[in-house]
């Protein structure tokens, strides 16, 4: 039994295997190398005639075989096309084993380096850039930290300013302008005053965009110039309209048969504490005694749209317009959107209470405070869509309502007269109207009219009760509003106007009313 023996040509590597059988007689084992087929290896190794062919000594041989740079002859392809064998004539089974010379991918590794050198390059572009990014946002971040300081100063001074303002300018211009287009279609031929009111309304629309790309902050004359022909567009309504409404009834009388037609909307400006603050109420002060006083009070809401903190008061509309006040006062104790300012005091339902306050306008000092009887409080039947408003106050030209309800009530809208020096409740009456299934209420000449919600662009003045007889009534009025939600309602005796609170913007409505009928 012979050990397995290998060799090494130029050609091809071989395992010399000895037989079992003995050679003939006279003849010595030949050693010559052949190429053995693959059955005799796949014999040899099957019959257990390859005693110890180590792996360690076939790796040292292929390893000596690349070393020495030896080529191989690549045999034919088959199960064990890396390994041949034959048979001598000695019986002598004899193998060979094909080293391929292309053992190791180097093309394809070739070009994994490419690849990696490709995208090491690229990452390090992509790194570069997002260093680049971090600076700039960096930078961003300190502009962003010294807008916000500026925008901070200039809401705490006396005048601040949006870009919304021209937008609502604007609106304002195309509402007369689609007004007067109108009225235009109503006459009959030309009219020279109508015509004249259009070119101006143009000349003020050209006035209004020169003025925004100029100076933003100086619109006090573009405001002034809005609101006389908003006059003129009046007055030019009024007048296609004699037939149906009344002729002019001076502000403070009651000679008429309640309210015809409320105007368009105009949106005076956006409430002195910001869009977010879209709760609150604004009026004129009201004084008989002092009829011509001008004088402007403006309290929006905190933003929980229940506790009032903050009221401004302004001389003058010019002083409204460029947010210039006289006297800025905080309290403490203020809920809801139902306060109102008549004859230097202001009236408001106390925080937490179903209690009526009376706060001195000139020391914002409470002289007065008086517990409502029954009424309903801290948002029991409050008007829909608007809460903390169960005790709403309202000044007609008799003098001060509060409007309520009661448990008793079942939440009807239940109205009292007030007497202003000591809240005392002079009179009540009780109507049918469920209070939370309207938007609002307001008194004209001791009539309460109540509103509702037609869409998110109307509202609609669908019932009164007059308290002068006692009748209630169905009426249709319809109310244009900017934005979706009114949260109160002031009417003026002073200038028959309706001061509205609508979403955060102070807006105005200008009422006209019906005429009597003649005595013959």
């Not at 990452?123 to 971090?134: A, G, R």
């Not at 101006?200 to 629309?205: D, G, M, R, Y």
């Not at 509103?451 to 249709?476: A, L, Q, V």
């Amino acid at each position: 039994m012979g050990c397995c023996i290998c060799y090494s040509t130029t050609e091809t590597l071989f395992a010399q295997i000895p037989s079992k059988r003995k050679p003939p007689e006279g003849k010595s084992p030949d050693h010559t190398i052949k190429r053995l087929p693959s059955p005799c290896f796949i014999r040899c190794v099957q019959a257990g005639e390859m005693k110890s062919i180590s792996a360690a000594g076939l790796l040292f041989l292929l390893q000596s075989a690349v070393a020495a740079n030896v080529t191989a002859a690549r045999p034919t392809t088959g199960p064990f096309a890396n390994v041949t064998g034959s048979v001598d004539d000695h019986k002598v089974c004899r193998c060979s084993v094909f080293l391929p010379d292309t053992t190791f991918p180097v093309q394809r590794m070739e070009s994994l380096e490419i690849l990696a050198q490709h995208l090491s390059n690229k990452f390090e572009s992509e790194l570069s850039k997002i260093t680049k990014y971090t600076k700039e946002i960096a930078m961003y971040e300190k502009k962003i930290v010294n807008l916000t300081i500026k925008i901070e100063r200039m809401e705490k001074m006396s005048i601040s300013y949006t870009e919304l303002d021209f937008q609502l300018m604007k609106l304002e211009i195309s509402e007369m302008e689609r007004l007067v287009t109108q009225l235009k279609s109503t006459l009959m031929g030309s009219n020279v005053i109508v015509e004249q009111l259009y070119g101006e309304i143009k000349n003020l629309s050209l006035m209004v965009n020169e003025l925004e790309s100029l100076d933003k902050h100086n619109i006090l004359a573009v405001r002034r110039e809005i609101l006389a022909l908003k006059n003129k567009l009046q007055e030019c309504e009024a007048n296609t309209n004699q037939s149906t409404t009344s002729h002019y009834i001076p502000p403070g009388s009651c000679s008429h048969g309640g309210i015809a037609n409320a105007s368009q909307p105009f949106v005076i400006q956006l409430n002195w504490r910001g869009f977010d603050y879209k709760y609150g109420a604004w009026g004129r002060y009201t004084s008989p005694l002092n009829p011509e006083k001008e004088l402007y009070w403006v309290a929006p809401l905190n933003t929980d749209g229940r506790y009032l903190e903050y009221y401004r008061l302004h001389d003058s509309f010019d002083d409204l317009l460029l947010f210039r006040y006289s006297n800025q006062f905080r309290i403490l104790y203020g809920q809801g959107s139902g306060m109102v300012a008549y004859n230097n005091y202001m009236y408001f339902n106390q925080h937490g209470s179903r209690d009526m306050s009376k706060l001195d306008l000139s020391t914002n000092t409470v002289v007065l405070k008086k517990t409502l009887p029954d009424a309903a409080f801290n948002n029991r039947f409050s008007y829909a869509g608007v809460s903390w408003q169960d005790l709403d106050f309202a000044v007609d030209e008799n003098g001060l309502w509060v409007i309520y309800s009661k448990e008793a009530s079942t939440g009807n809208i239940v109205i009292s007269r007030l007497n202003e020096t000591t809240l005392e409740v002079i009179s009540t009456w009780e109507t049918r109207q469920y209070k939370p299934a309207v938007s609002n209420a307001f008194v004209v000449c001791g009539v309460l009219y109540a509103t509702r919600p037609i869409n998110t662009r109307k509202e609609e003045i669908f019932y009164t009760y007059d308290t002068n007889t006692g009748r209630e009534g169905r009426t249709s009025i319809t109310l244009d509003k900017m934005l979706e939600t009114i949260q109160s309602i002031n009417y003026s005796p002073i200038d028959g106007k309706l001061y509205v609170f609508n979403d955060g913007y102070l807006v105005q409505h200008q009422l006209t009313f019906q005429t009597l009928p003649q005595q013959k």
